[in-house]
């Protein structure tokens, strides 16, 4: 069964969507992410994946007392992501309720750290965040790219253990048009055993309909419920 995991990005403490990954293209659609995440639960939502958009520009977590309060009043499975840059990045976002971690950066940035990471908490905590612009991937809030291509940047790491994967097309991310079926396909067809999670450009139930027709392990969608395309109620018979 497709995992539903609805989207939180927080900046300044606020729930906001950004159009494809750019800081100047903002909306606020809740002062108050608790009460965003207490809804979704509320409608058997399950899972969250939550972005700290302020950490993923900066030089650590910023928004963890956002994590720690949606993870105390809430029994929502948080994969928390942006600005896990060191040692102790870890370990706020896990002492603060984090369920898995979505480490994208690092990951190209510096192998051997993140290596480590993978070693010390287990494949089944640390989330692969491959974030992907013409096939290859971006870092750093999607501001830079790489240079890396995304079929070798996955090789590399499932070949160190990786299980979890979540892809996201930037150029998809905020604009409701469509899901990357065409990569997530090309990247199932190489890596089988993946549990891939779909991310960006989801904009009706039909696209999330089409990803249950693939091998994809879960879904993360943001502002097709923000903005009233996907209602939570649509969504429940895949809960």
């Known amino acids: ?3 539903i995991i609805p989207a ?5 403490g606020k729930c906001v969507r950004l159009y494809q990954g750019d800081y100047s293209q903002k909306t606020i659609y809740n002062e108050n992410p608790l009460e965003v995440a207490k809804e979704f639960e509320a409608n058997g939502i399950q899972y969250l994946h939550l972005v700290d958009l302020d ?3 900066s030089n650590g977590i910023v928004n963890w007392k956002v994590l720690y309060n949606i993870s105390t009043q809430t029994k929502l499975k948080i994969d928390f992501g942006g600005g ?4 102790k990045d870890l370990e706020i976002a896990f002492e603060n309720g984090a369920s898995q971690l979505n ?3 690092t990951a190209v940035k510096d192998k051997v750290l993140f290596l480590g990471w ?5 494949s089944d905590k640390i989330i692969l965040s491959a974030d992907v612009k013409n096939e290859m991937i971006a870092v750093s809030g999607w501001q830079e790219n790489s240079g890396i291509d995304v079929f070798k940047f996955l090789k590399d790491y499932t070949n160190e253990g990786i299980k979890y994967v979540v892809c996201t097309d930037v150029s998809k991310d905020g604009t409701l048009k469509g899901t990357a079926v065409e990569l997530y396909n090309k990247i199932l067809s190489q890596f089988p055993d993946i549990k891939l999670v779909a991310s960006g450009g989801i904009s009706s139930i039909k696209d999330v309909d089409e990803l249950t027709q693939m091998p994809v392990y879960g879904v993360i969608i943001g502002k097709a419920i ?3 395309k996907i209602h939570l109620k649509d969504l429940q018979k895949y809960i």
Do not use: C, F, V
């Open 84 to 87: 896990i840059k060191s040692d």
């Open 55 to 57: 950490g993923a520009k």
């Open 103 to 105: 480490i994208g950066s």
């Open 118 to 122: 993978l070693q010390k908490y287990g």
């Open 1 to 3: 069964m497709l995992k």
């Open 226 to 228: 923000y903005e009233n």
């Open 8 to 12: 939180i990005d927080i900046i300044d």
